[in-house]
């Protein structure tokens, strides 16, 4: 009777010892499950915003003439006047390694024209590659068809111009479809055309200034590609605006390691519960273990026993975890990202990392405590009873 007293106390303080290693393993797993969860929902709707920022390529005619600023950045030598990019050659980008990478190209011809009687330079673009390139544009009116302009707001303000107001550029007649809203950059003091309208106007046909190219995304390889697209067009000047690429990748880089750096500091805690919990689950069964070792069980079968039981303590948190973590994003997220529009997908990767951890911290936080189980006199745990 004694024996099953014992044995049914044993029970039910193993039954409370598994609660706390399921639930500190649980509660450790489902965080950082949740927390990489999150970070990675929110990576993804920062890069897809990264790249609808604009370009972060430039390609300029080589030459060492006469330096050229635009929109705040030092674009290196180029001269208006002397050679340009022909337009043409602008399809071997398609054709580099990493095309799949390029968001956009926004080919632009500059040149100086005469406005009212002022000298105001004319830029020719792309308006469909300018919608990714230039997302910060705010057009008051409408995108410029084959005989309309389009003026930044400095522009429109000393030209004395407005929509729908006629201009007379080269001895034909323009109609200002819009204005642009300021931007703080040197658009502001341009007058935009479509570019083959500018080609025209400028008699540059088929030729280009500068080309701009986004490409970007969380991997992108931008140094490499750099070197790709100045292979495909070696008559010209390609550079990254290594300022702008840096800057976004560092802020993703930070959100990773912070998830990372969390994620750790929750396994160490996690793998402290375990350990605690098991070694005080060993001196409450020394009786138990003395009855095994009695019986004829060896050193090895009592550490088997004590790992088999956390190793299936820790597969249930595992599993148990990443859907408490997966279900956890998805209600959290809205709160820190503001919006709706992210989904949270299932990512098989961090499912079986999350229950590799699980079993991983279940496995190794519980070795001490059974060597200790394995190291009980059995002579002394039978004096227990």
Partial sequence: MKLKDIALRNIRRRKAKAGFV??????????????????????????????????????????????????????????????????????????????ANVAATGPMVLGAIEVNTRKVLLAGVDFQAAEILKPWWKIEGAVPGDYDVLLGTEAARILNLQTGDHVKIKGSTFLVSGVLAPTGSQDDQLVFARLDTAQSLLHKEGRVSMVEVAALCTACPIEAMVSQISRALPGTKVMAIQQVVQGRMETLSHFRKFSYGVSVILVLVGSLVVLVTMMGSVRERTAEIGIFRAMGFRRSHVMQIVLLEAGILATLAGIMGYFAGFGSTKAALPFFNGTSGIDVVFDPILAAGALAAAVLMGLIASIYPALLAARIDPTDALRAL
């Fill in 22 to 99: 399921l639930a500190g393993l649980l509660i450790a797993v489902s965080t950082a499950v949740a927390l990489l969860g999150l970070i990675e929902a929110m990576n993804r709707d920062i890069q897809q915003k990264l790249e609808e920022y604009g370009a972060n390529i430039l390609v300029l005619p080589r030459t060492e003439n006469l330096s050229l600023t635009y929109g705040g950045l030092s674009l290196g030598g180029v001269s208006f006047e002397m050679q340009e990019i022909r337009q043409a050659d602008l399809g071997r980008i398609k054709s580099i390694k990493n095309a």
